[in-house]
Protein backbone atom coordinates (compact mmCIF):
# COMPACT_ATOMS: atom_id res chain seq x y z
CA UNK A 1 0.00 0.00 0.00
CA UNK A 2 1.16 3.39 -0.76
CA UNK A 3 1.89 5.47 2.58
CA UNK A 4 -1.22 7.12 3.28
CA UNK A 5 -1.13 10.81 2.94
CA UNK A 6 -3.50 12.04 5.77
CA UNK A 7 -2.90 11.53 9.65
CA UNK A 8 -4.99 11.88 12.84
CA UNK A 9 -2.76 12.67 16.10
CA UNK A 10 -4.63 12.93 19.19
CA UNK A 11 -3.90 16.37 21.64
CA UNK A 12 -6.88 16.63 23.50
CA UNK A 13 -6.48 14.91 26.67
CA UNK A 14 -5.56 16.80 30.08
CA UNK A 15 -2.22 15.10 30.51
CA UNK A 16 -2.94 14.11 34.43
CA UNK A 17 -0.04 11.94 34.95
CA UNK A 18 2.39 14.94 33.51
CA UNK A 19 0.95 17.38 36.17
CA UNK A 20 2.67 19.72 37.54
CA UNK A 21 4.04 20.42 34.32
CA UNK A 22 0.42 20.14 32.68
CA UNK A 23 -1.41 22.74 35.21
CA UNK A 24 -0.62 25.11 32.44
CA UNK A 25 0.22 23.65 29.60
CA UNK A 26 -0.66 20.80 27.28
CA UNK A 27 1.08 17.54 26.77
CA UNK A 28 2.05 17.77 23.56
CA UNK A 29 3.81 20.92 24.29
CA UNK A 30 5.99 19.74 26.87
CA UNK A 31 9.42 19.39 25.74
CA UNK A 32 12.17 16.62 25.86
CA UNK A 33 15.74 17.70 24.59
CA UNK A 34 14.93 20.80 23.48
CA UNK A 35 11.66 19.87 21.32
CA UNK A 36 7.61 19.82 22.08
CA UNK A 37 6.31 15.90 22.09
CA UNK A 38 4.13 16.83 19.14
CA UNK A 39 6.08 17.99 16.99
CA UNK A 40 8.43 14.85 17.16
CA UNK A 41 5.20 12.85 16.37
CA UNK A 42 4.38 15.54 12.71
CA UNK A 43 8.12 15.96 11.58
CA UNK A 44 8.16 11.53 11.48
CA UNK A 45 4.55 12.01 9.63
CA UNK A 46 6.06 14.38 7.50
CA UNK A 47 9.03 12.65 6.29
CA UNK A 48 6.86 9.58 5.97
CA UNK A 49 5.01 11.67 3.16
CA UNK A 50 2.12 12.30 4.95
CA UNK A 51 1.25 16.09 3.77
CA UNK A 52 -2.59 16.65 6.41
CA UNK A 53 -2.76 16.01 9.77
CA UNK A 54 -5.54 16.24 11.82
CA UNK A 55 -5.33 17.54 15.45
CA UNK A 56 -7.84 17.10 17.61
CA UNK A 57 -7.39 19.43 20.50
CA UNK A 58 -10.36 20.52 24.05
CA UNK A 59 -7.42 21.12 26.82
CA UNK A 60 -5.74 24.45 26.34
CA UNK A 61 -6.42 24.11 22.88
CA UNK A 62 -5.58 27.67 22.18
CA UNK A 63 -1.96 26.88 23.06
CA UNK A 64 -2.16 24.06 21.06
CA UNK A 65 -3.29 25.95 17.71
CA UNK A 66 -0.97 29.06 18.39
CA UNK A 67 2.12 26.01 18.27
CA UNK A 68 0.77 24.27 15.10
CA UNK A 69 0.29 27.39 12.94
CA UNK A 70 4.01 27.88 12.68
CA UNK A 71 4.32 24.44 10.63
CA UNK A 72 3.85 23.91 7.04
CA UNK A 73 4.41 20.34 7.05
CA UNK A 74 2.31 18.36 7.47
CA UNK A 75 -0.64 20.79 7.00
CA UNK A 76 -2.69 21.02 9.67
CA UNK A 77 -6.44 20.97 10.01
CA UNK A 78 -8.12 21.20 13.59
CA UNK A 79 -11.15 18.81 15.10
CA UNK A 80 -12.01 21.01 17.70
CA UNK A 81 -13.35 19.20 20.37
CA UNK A 82 -13.54 21.86 23.26
CA UNK A 83 -17.24 21.35 23.62
CA UNK A 84 -17.17 17.75 24.45
CA UNK A 85 -14.05 15.48 25.05
CA UNK A 86 -14.87 12.00 23.02
CA UNK A 87 -11.85 9.62 24.03
CA UNK A 88 -9.46 8.08 21.55
CA UNK A 89 -12.25 6.42 19.38
CA UNK A 90 -14.96 9.14 19.81
CA UNK A 91 -12.23 11.52 18.91
CA UNK A 92 -11.59 9.96 15.64
CA UNK A 93 -15.35 9.24 14.55
CA UNK A 94 -16.05 13.07 15.10
CA UNK A 95 -12.70 13.43 12.44
CA UNK A 96 -13.46 11.22 9.65
CA UNK A 97 -15.04 13.67 7.67
CA UNK A 98 -11.98 15.57 7.04
CA UNK A 99 -9.84 12.22 6.99
CA UNK A 100 -11.24 11.03 4.16
CA UNK A 101 -11.99 7.23 3.15
CA UNK A 102 -8.77 6.13 2.97
CA UNK A 103 -6.72 4.15 5.66
CA UNK A 104 -4.66 6.56 7.46
CA UNK A 105 -1.83 7.10 10.02
CA UNK A 106 -2.84 7.69 13.54
CA UNK A 107 -0.93 9.03 16.54
CA UNK A 108 -0.96 9.42 19.76
CA UNK A 109 0.96 13.22 20.12
CA UNK A 110 2.95 11.77 23.42
CA UNK A 111 4.81 9.15 21.50
CA UNK A 112 8.12 9.12 20.78
CA UNK A 113 10.71 6.64 19.35
CA UNK A 114 13.62 6.78 18.08
CA UNK A 115 14.02 4.77 14.78
CA UNK A 116 15.60 1.84 13.26
CA UNK A 117 17.56 1.54 9.53
CA UNK A 118 14.45 1.91 8.49
CA UNK A 119 11.69 4.93 9.38
CA UNK A 120 9.07 2.91 11.21
CA UNK A 121 5.76 4.66 10.03
CA UNK A 122 7.31 3.61 6.31
CA UNK A 123 7.49 0.35 7.78
CA UNK A 124 3.93 0.24 8.80
CA UNK A 125 2.76 1.31 5.31
CA UNK A 126 4.90 -1.02 3.63
CA UNK A 127 3.07 -3.78 5.96
CA UNK A 128 -0.43 -2.19 6.16
CA UNK A 129 -2.80 -4.55 3.79
CA UNK A 130 -6.09 -3.17 3.67
CA UNK A 131 -7.94 -6.55 2.54
CA UNK A 132 -6.64 -8.31 5.57
CA UNK A 133 -6.67 -5.64 8.39
CA UNK A 134 -8.72 -2.94 9.78
CA UNK A 135 -6.07 -1.89 12.00
CA UNK A 136 -1.97 -2.33 12.08
CA UNK A 137 -0.28 -1.23 15.67
CA UNK A 138 3.07 -0.21 16.20
CA UNK A 139 4.24 -2.51 19.12
CA UNK A 140 7.50 -2.06 21.58
CA UNK A 141 8.56 -4.69 23.75
CA UNK A 142 7.09 -4.01 27.22
CA UNK A 143 10.49 -5.23 28.68
CA UNK A 144 13.16 -3.16 27.72
CA UNK A 145 11.37 0.41 26.16
CA UNK A 146 11.96 3.44 28.24
CA UNK A 147 10.01 4.62 30.87
CA UNK A 148 7.59 1.92 30.12
CA UNK A 149 6.90 -0.62 33.20
CA UNK A 150 3.43 -1.86 32.43
CA UNK A 151 2.08 -5.47 31.51
CA UNK A 152 1.79 -4.93 28.31
CA UNK A 153 -1.03 -5.08 25.87
CA UNK A 154 -0.67 -7.83 23.63
CA UNK A 155 0.24 -10.83 22.52
CA UNK A 156 1.05 -11.65 18.61
CA UNK A 157 1.12 -14.70 16.73
CA UNK A 158 3.59 -15.58 13.87
CA UNK A 159 1.33 -14.04 11.22
CA UNK A 160 1.08 -10.41 13.23
CA UNK A 161 -2.53 -10.92 14.57
CA UNK A 162 -3.03 -9.78 18.05
CA UNK A 163 -4.65 -10.78 20.87
CA UNK A 164 -5.45 -8.69 23.81
CA UNK A 165 -2.86 -9.32 27.49
CA UNK A 166 -5.23 -12.11 29.00
CA UNK A 167 -3.01 -12.81 32.12
CA UNK A 168 -0.69 -10.60 33.94
CA UNK A 169 2.01 -10.09 31.43
CA UNK A 170 1.76 -9.10 27.98
CA UNK A 171 4.91 -9.56 25.61
CA UNK A 172 4.30 -6.34 23.47
CA UNK A 173 2.75 -2.61 24.38
CA UNK A 174 1.52 -0.24 21.94
CA UNK A 175 3.70 2.30 20.79
CA UNK A 176 0.64 4.38 20.55
CA UNK A 177 1.30 4.71 16.15
CA UNK A 178 -1.18 2.32 13.65
CA UNK A 179 -2.61 2.89 10.76
CA UNK A 180 -6.26 2.45 10.87
CA UNK A 181 -8.63 1.82 8.14
CA UNK A 182 -12.23 3.68 7.97
CA UNK A 183 -14.09 0.23 8.10
CA UNK A 184 -12.75 -0.47 11.73
CA UNK A 185 -15.13 2.50 12.78
CA UNK A 186 -18.31 1.28 11.13
CA UNK A 187 -20.97 0.96 13.28
CA UNK A 188 -18.83 2.53 16.31
CA UNK A 189 -20.69 3.96 18.79
CA UNK A 190 -21.53 7.82 19.63
CA UNK A 191 -20.26 9.85 21.87
CA UNK A 192 -17.34 9.01 24.34
CA UNK A 193 -15.47 5.89 24.03
CA UNK A 194 -12.06 4.08 23.73
CA UNK A 195 -10.50 3.07 20.70
CA UNK A 196 -9.49 0.34 22.65
CA UNK A 197 -13.07 -1.50 22.37
CA UNK A 198 -12.79 -1.18 18.53
CA UNK A 199 -8.91 -2.88 18.42
CA UNK A 200 -11.04 -5.82 20.54
CA UNK A 201 -13.93 -6.01 18.01
CA UNK A 202 -11.20 -6.31 15.23
CA UNK A 203 -9.23 -8.63 16.94
CA UNK A 204 -12.21 -11.44 17.10
CA UNK A 205 -12.52 -10.62 13.73
CA UNK A 206 -8.68 -11.60 13.52
CA UNK A 207 -8.12 -8.37 11.69
CA UNK A 208 -6.20 -6.13 14.55
CA UNK A 209 -2.53 -6.89 13.32
CA UNK A 210 0.61 -5.53 15.16
CA UNK A 211 4.14 -4.54 13.53
CA UNK A 212 7.60 -4.73 16.37
CA UNK A 213 8.69 -1.40 15.86
CA UNK A 214 12.57 -1.06 15.19
CA UNK A 215 14.51 1.11 17.37
CA UNK A 216 13.69 2.18 20.84
CA UNK A 217 10.32 3.55 22.46
CA UNK A 218 10.22 6.06 24.94
CA UNK A 219 7.05 6.35 27.20
CA UNK A 220 7.00 9.64 28.07
CA UNK A 221 4.02 9.16 30.83
CA UNK A 222 5.23 11.22 33.90
CA UNK A 223 7.91 14.35 34.38
CA UNK A 224 10.40 11.38 36.31
CA UNK A 225 10.44 10.12 32.46
CA UNK A 226 11.57 13.19 30.64
CA UNK A 227 14.63 12.81 31.88
CA UNK A 228 15.35 8.91 30.99
CA UNK A 229 13.93 9.77 27.30
CA UNK A 230 16.57 12.67 26.84
CA UNK A 231 18.96 10.32 27.68
CA UNK A 232 18.00 7.93 24.75
CA UNK A 233 17.46 10.72 22.70
CA UNK A 234 21.37 11.87 23.32
CA UNK A 235 22.67 8.26 23.67
CA UNK A 236 21.24 7.62 19.84
CA UNK A 237 23.31 10.62 18.31
Do not use: C
Not at 125 to 141: G, Q, V
Not at 193 to 210: E, N, P, V
Amino acid sequence: MRAPKTAMVLAAGFGVRMRPLTDNKPKPLVTVAGKALIDYVLDKLADAGAERAVVNVHYLAEQIERHLARRTRPRIAISDERGLLLGTGGGVVKALPLLGDMPFFHINSDTIWIDGATPNLKRLAAAFDPAAMDALLLLAPASGSVGYAGPGDFAMAPDGRLTARSGEQAPFVYAGAAILSPALFDRAPEGEFSLTDLFARAAKKGRLHGLRLDGRWMHVGSPDAIAAAEAAIEASH
